[in-house]
């Protein structure tokens, strides 16, 4: 299998559909998070809808340098989500998710093997295998903190 496929495939997993290392995906945990849970405050901990829009918007950036653009995200504003006022707000940010999700599985899939120690955009984001690699660990990280902020919240409220 080429090593692009296999990237993808571990992309589909934790964004869409697997459950091998994570027992779930962000579109089993996100399908089943009414809005109020998606913007429930825990704490000083992100909400869900802040961690959806944060890994969204680098697949977003990610996918604007596949399709030939330059690389346009700051970090600084990774967590700009605008304020969610009913259940369609949220419907749209997880439509928008799950469409950018498949999008970024599907064209990893197309890489050639040989781009992916091409560098990515600028020799100081390292290469696409480093990018694509990050978004993994990265989407690992906040499904985590998903999990558990939802498991907070579900506490909280019995």
């Known amino acids: 299998m080429k090593k692009a496929q296999d990237l993808a495939n571990r992309l589909q997993e934790v ?3 697997g459950y091998w ?3 779930t995906n962000y579109k089993d ?3 089943s998070i009414s809005w109020q849970e998606a ?3 825990v704490e000083s901990l992100n909400t869900i809808a802040a961690l959806t829009y944060h890994i969204n918007y680098y ?3 990610i996918l604007s340098v596949f399709n030939g653009n330059p690389l346009s995200i700051k970090d600084q504003y990774s967590f700009d989500l605008p304020p969610l006022h009913s259940a369609s707000d949220w419907d749209n940010l997880v439509e928008r998710f799950l469409l950018n999700a498949t999008n970024f599985v599907e064209q990893v899939a197309q890489i050639p093997d040989e781009k992916l120690d091409e560098v990515f955009e600028n020799e100081k984001y ?3 295998l ?3 690699e990050a978004v993994i ?3 690992y990280y906040h499904l985590g903190q998903v999990v558990l902020i939802r498991k907070l919240i579900v506490a909280e409220k019995a």
């Open 126 to 128: 390292g290469t696409y």
């Open 39 to 41: 913007i429930y405050q």
């Open 15 to 17: 964004l869409l559909n």
């Open 21 to 23: 290392i994570a027992n």
């Open 130 to 132: 480093r990018n694509i």
């Open 59 to 61: 697949l977003e950036g």
């Open 29 to 31: 945990q996100l399908l």
């Open 137 to 139: 660990e990265h989407s």
